[in-house]
């Protein structure tokens, strides 16, 4: 991370190492500022007094490396953010006037976005800012993780059956709110399809219609025409000495038929009249049929004109033609089917719906021993942990309880709310002391409490929870010698299988840090770039016996300081 010009920080680098880092420095010097800055990169509450007086406004900067695929990277690239390397670019600023900004992978978002990603990201344990295992989901899935097979297995039965409850409740009250609805779509559609069968109608028979329409409406002009052009080709019988086609082909054909013989050009050009000829003669034949044939009858007309007028009701109602009308009929008749199929759809959608709950019952019941069984193991490991951190008479256990909903799932005499986890709500509690009542591990333990059990918790659940780095603020606060040796022993243990980062004033935590760095001001009370270093060799011996002793040169906060290192070490 990158801060400048948040409270007494002007401008200073903090960088974190894998494994256990732990950050140390004389009261005041700043190290909470490293919370500060964190918490705003998780979306935390811009506070305008955080501005270094003088400054227009507190910037931080932070490069986050995430594995790809991960919750908090396909969220990310759903706001447009880019990853730089395989690492999650976040930024905040915060101005004196109090407005804030947020920008991630390169994209401006909203703050909110950061508040999204923070629970995939980083858990924050502090006297008083606590995320992750705080959250009563969070905790039911840690313990689901815990459990292993007990759960999982049943847990994925469960899902299966409650994803097809959900699916079959959506249909049945589809089918059931819309009743009405359904019932005039019925309605519509059996009006339409009785009066299509009352018409009948053949495919393509509008287009027929039309082409008789238009030749009994012209009958007389077409029967006209026909004969003229009759009389044309073939002669007129009441003018015998007409002109006509016929008649002239047939005496070019006679003139050159005599003379054929002598020209083979002549007669291909003879044997072509010939051939017109027969086509006249052919042509002229239909047509002397055609007149004769063409019957200017009113009442046909009458007929087909009723008809068409039929037709027309219909295409203007359900399609652009007959054809149209006859698809819209077939697709109707499947469609009414179907509706009047839902009464009977109805009753077998209950009685899956029925089924489908009495089996989420048997299989919440599995789960929820399951999660018994694993709380109570859980339970003992946190409470032994505890007792090593300086609070041996704490005790820690689950409360697994049920919500009664009457629109939930049966389950030992009760109606239950369930959802896709189960019917169970998972909670942590802790007895600080004997007699205690146990209670949320929220409200039933002080600041410096409440980190301790929520270390001890993250040792229990190592490895079992996603987040992919942990903060601790205060973690040793009320606590000393062999406490705090244990406190560090067990940091180091979390920190096998996530990153750990702990603001600290005890050297027994810092002891068992893989890096330490050191938060030192300068002589005008500022922490600048060179303000955060990493202390290696003599110069964390040196840090470790100021935080023994205040004084660095002594020979025995010096062998101390030693003595912590090479048990760190030995540990490791």
Same mark, same amino acid.
């Given at each position: 991370?990158?801060?400048?010009?948040?409270?007494?920080?002007?401008?200073?680098?903090?960088?974190?190492?894998?494994?256990?880092?732990?950050?140390?420095?004389?009261?005041?010097? +700043?190290?909470?500022?490293?919370?500060?800055?964190?918490?705003?990169?998780? +979306?935390?509450?811009?506070?305008?007094?955080?501005?270094?007086?003088?400054a227009k406004a507190a910037v931080v900067e932070g490069r986050i490396t995430v594995p790809e695929g991960t919750a908090a990277v396909v969220r990310a690239q759903e706001a447009g953010a880019e990853l730089d390397d395989g690492a999650l670019l976040i930024s905040r600023t915060v101005s004196a006037e109090g407005r804030s900004r947020a920008h991630l992978g390169g994209r401006s978002v909203p703050v909110g976005m950061l508040t999204e990603l923070a629970d995939e990201l980083v858990a924050v344990?502090?006297?008083?800012?606590?995320?992750?295992?705080?959250?009563?989901?969070?905790?039911?899935?840690?313990?689901?993780?815990?459990?292993?097979?007990?759960?999982?297995?049943?847990?994925?039965?469960?899902?299966?059956?409650?994803?097809?409850?959900?699916?079959?409740?959506?249909?049945?009250? *589809?089918?059931?709110?819309?009743?009405?609805?359904?019932?005039? !779509?019925?309605?519509?559609?059996?009006?339409?399809?009785?009066?299509?069968?009352?018409?009948?109608?053949?495919?393509?028979?509008?287009?027929?219609?039309?082409?008789?329409?238009?030749?009994?409406?012209?009958?007389?002009?077409?029967?006209?025409?026909?004969?003229?052009?009759?009389?044309?080709?073939?002669?007129?019988?009441?003018?015998? !000495?007409?002109?006509?086609?016929?008649?002239?082909?047939?005496?070019?054909?006679?003139?050159?038929?005599?003379?054929?013989?002598?020209?083979?050009?002549?007669?291909?050009?003879?044997?072509?009249?010939?051939?017109?000829?027969?086509?006249?003669?052919?042509?002229?034949?239909?047509?002397?049929?055609?007149?004769?044939?063409?019957?200017?009858?009113?009442?046909?007309?009458?007929?087909?004109?009723?008809?068409?007028?039929?037709? *027309?009701?219909?295409?203007?109602?359900?399609?652009?033609?007959?054809?149209?009308?006859?698809?819209?009929?077939?697709?109707?008749?499947?469609?009414?089917?179907?509706?009047?199929?839902?009464?009977?759809?109805?009753? !077998?959608?209950?009685?899956?719906?029925?089924?489908?709950?009495?089996?989420?019952?048997?299989?919440?019941?599995?789960?929820?021993?399951?999660?018994?069984?694993?709380?109570?193991?859980?339970?003992?490991?946190?409470?032994?942990?505890?007792?090593?951190?300086?609070?041996?008479?704490?005790?820690?256990?689950?409360?697994?309880?049920?919500?009664?909903?009457?629109?939930?799932?049966? /389950?030992?005499?009760?109606?239950?709310?369930?959802?896709?986890?189960?019917?169970?709500?998972?909670?942590?509690?802790?007895?600080?002391?004997?007699?205690?009542?146990?209670?949320?591990?929220?409200?039933?333990?002080?600041?410096?409490?409440?980190?301790?059990?929520?270390?001890?918790?993250?040792?229990?659940?190592?490895? *079992?929870?996603?987040?992919?780095?942990?903060?601790?603020?205060?973690?040793?606060?009320?606590?000393?010698?062999?406490?705090?040796?244990?406190?560090?022993?067990?940091?180091?243990? /979390?920190?096998?299988?996530?990153?750990?980062?702990?603001?600290?004033?005890?050297?027994?935590?810092?002891?068992?840090?893989?890096?330490?760095?050191?938060?030192?001001?300068?002589?005008?009370?500022?922490?600048?770039?060179?303000?955060?270093?990493?202390?290696?060799?003599?110069?964390?011996?040196?840090?470790?016996?100021?935080?023994?002793?205040?004084?660095?040169?002594?020979?025995?906060?010096?062998?101390?300081?030693?003595?912590?290192?090479?048990?760190?070490?030995?540990?490791?």
């Amino acid at each position: 991370m990158r801060i400048r010009s948040l409270g007494v920080i002007d401008d200073a680098v903090v960088e974190l190492s894998p494994g256990f880092t732990a950050v140390t420095g004389e009261t005041g010097a +700043g190290k909470t500022m490293v919370v500060t800055s964190l918490g705003l990169l998780l +979306g935390g509450r811009a506070d305008p007094a955080l501005v270094r007086i003088g400054a227009k406004a507190a910037v931080v900067e932070g490069r986050i490396t995430v594995p790809e695929g991960t919750a908090a990277v396909v969220r990310a690239q759903e706001a447009g953010a880019e990853l730089d390397d395989g690492a999650l670019l976040i930024s905040r600023t915060v101005s004196a006037e109090g407005r804030s900004r947020a920008h991630l992978g390169g994209r401006s978002v909203p703050v909110g976005m950061l508040t999204e990603l923070a629970d995939e990201l980083v858990a924050v344990h502090g006297q008083t800012d606590q995320q992750g295992l705080l959250k009563l989901s969070r905790q039911r899935g840690a313990l689901d993780r815990y459990a292993g097979d007990a759960v999982a297995v049943p847990l994925t039965k469960y899902q299966a059956a409650y994803r097809r409850l959900r699916a079959v409740s959506t249909e049945l009250d *589809t089918i059931v709110t819309r009743a009405r609805e359904r019932a005039q !779509e019925a309605d519509l559609l059996r009006f339409g399809l009785d009066e299509i069968a009352a018409v009948e109608p053949r495919a393509g028979e509008d287009v027929e219609l039309s082409a008789e329409a238009e030749r009994l409406g012209h009958a007389e002009a077409l029967a006209s025409a026909a004969s003229a052009a009759h009389a044309a080709l073939a002669g007129n019988p009441e003018d015998p !000495e007409g002109v006509d086609a016929t008649t002239l082909v047939g005496g070019a054909n006679r003139a050159l038929d005599a003379v054929r013989s002598h020209d083979p050009a002549l007669s291909a050009l003879a044997d072509r009249i010939g051939e017109i000829g027969i086509l006249l003669s052919d042509v002229a034949g239909e047509l002397a049929g055609y007149a004769d044939d063409l019957d200017a009858d009113p009442l046909r007309l009458a007929a087909v004109e009723e008809r068409r007028a039929a037709l *027309t009701q219909l295409t203007r109602k359900y399609g652009e033609s007959i054809d149209q009308v006859l698809a819209w009929a077939e697709q109707g008749s499947a469609r009414l089917l179907e509706l009047d199929g839902d009464d009977d759809r109805v009753g !077998e959608l209950t009685a899956e719906r029925d089924g489908l709950r009495s089996e989420l019952g048997v299989l919440a019941q599995a789960l929820t021993d399951s999660r018994t069984e694993a709380a109570s193991r859980f339970a003992e490991a946190v409470t032994q942990e505890l007792a090593s951190l300086a609070m041996p008479h704490a005790r820690v256990s689950f409360d697994i309880r049920r919500t009664d909903d009457p629109d939930g799932v049966e /389950l030992d005499g009760r109606t239950v709310a369930y959802g896709p986890s189960g019917v169970d709500e998972v909670e942590l509690l802790l007895a600080p002391h004997p007699g205690a009542p146990p209670r949320p591990i929220a409200k039933g333990a002080s600041g410096g409490e409440l980190s301790r059990v929520m270390l001890a918790v993250e040792v229990v659940f190592a490895g *079992t929870d996603p987040v992919p780095t942990y903060l601790f603020d205060e973690v040793d606060a009320g606590v000393g010698g062999k406490a705090a040796v244990e406190i560090g022993r067990r940091l180091a243990k /979390l920190a096998k299988s996530a990153q750990v980062v702990v603001v600290t004033h005890l050297p027994q935590v810092a002891a068992f840090a893989d890096r330490q760095l050191l938060v030192e001001k300068t002589n005008d009370g500022t922490v600048t770039r060179s303000g955060v270093t990493v202390l290696e060799g003599e110069d964390r011996v040196r840090e470790l016996s100021r935080m023994l002793a205040g004084q660095e040169d002594s020979e025995t906060a010096r062998a101390h300081a030693e003595e912590l290192l090479a048990t760190a070490r030995a540990d490791a």
